[in-house]
């Protein structure tokens, strides 16, 4: 895997691009989850750490079962906090915040984390099978050097960060 946090880069990227539609924390969740398969493998000294939740299909299935549960964890804990608050509402008017717990915004941010981790870590390494069940070949792998995608991810956060701060449509209150 590029270190895990580099994934974070090109889902930045992705909410700079359509910051009222993706949710950035669903996409990072989904990040940090497809990596525990590999943790998991790789703490018990297993040669081949990167798995079935490292190809298309079943990333995107993970990403899917992430979004619901980031789903439901913050409608969780929406009703509680507004329960609590004494009448106070906790959901935002700006839109860069509503997606994050919003469903379209969890589902699609989970698909597109999923999605992208096996591209990233295909590209990476040598032992992911990214369109498995469909074929076990990595056509992915070597295209680029590491240092050239680990550059590409961070340059893609900050290019997201920055579309993100610059759009005021984002930052705007909804009525």
């Given at each position: 895997m590029p270190f895990t946090p580099?994934?974070?880069?090109?889902?930045?990227?992705?909410?700079?691009?359509?910051?009222?539609?993706?949710?950035?924390?669903?996409y990072c969740t989904t990040q940090v989850a497809i990596d525990l398969e590999s943790w998991h493998y790789l703490t018990g000294g297993e040669p081949h750490v990167h798995r079935i939740l490292h190809t298309?299909?079943?990333?995107?299935?993970?990403?899917?079962?992430?979004?619901?549960?980031?789903?439901?964890?913050?409608?969780?804990?929406?009703?509680?906090?507004?329960?609590?608050?004494?009448?106070?509402?906790?959901?935002?008017?700006?839109?860069?915040?509503?997606?994050?717990?919003?469903?379209?915004?969890?589902v699609l941010g989970g698909?597109?984390?999923?999605?992208?981790?096996?591209?990233?870590?295909?590209?990476?390494?040598?032992?992911?099978?990214?369109?498995?069940?469909?074929?076990?070949?990595?056509?992915?792998y070597g295209l680029i050097g590491w240092k050239l995608l680990h550059s590409a991810c961070l340059v893609a956060g900050a290019v997201g960060a920055l579309a993100l701060v610059s759009s005021r449509r984002s930052w705007r209150a909804v009525s």
């Open positions: 580099y994934h974070f880069g090109p889902g930045l990227l992705l909410k700079g691009a359509a910051p009222r539609h993706v949710s950035f924390l669903s298309f299909v079943f990333g995107a299935l993970a990403g899917l079962a992430i979004a619901g549960l980031v789903w439901l964890c913050g409608a969780g804990v929406h009703h509680l906090l507004g329960r609590h608050v004494s009448g106070m509402s906790i959901g935002t008017p700006l839109p860069v915040f509503r997606s994050e717990l919003s469903l379209r915004g969890v698909l597109l984390g999923g999605v992208t981790h096996a591209l990233l870590d295909g590209v990476m390494h040598g032992d992911v099978q990214p369109l498995r069940p469909f074929s076990l070949a990595n056509p992915l």
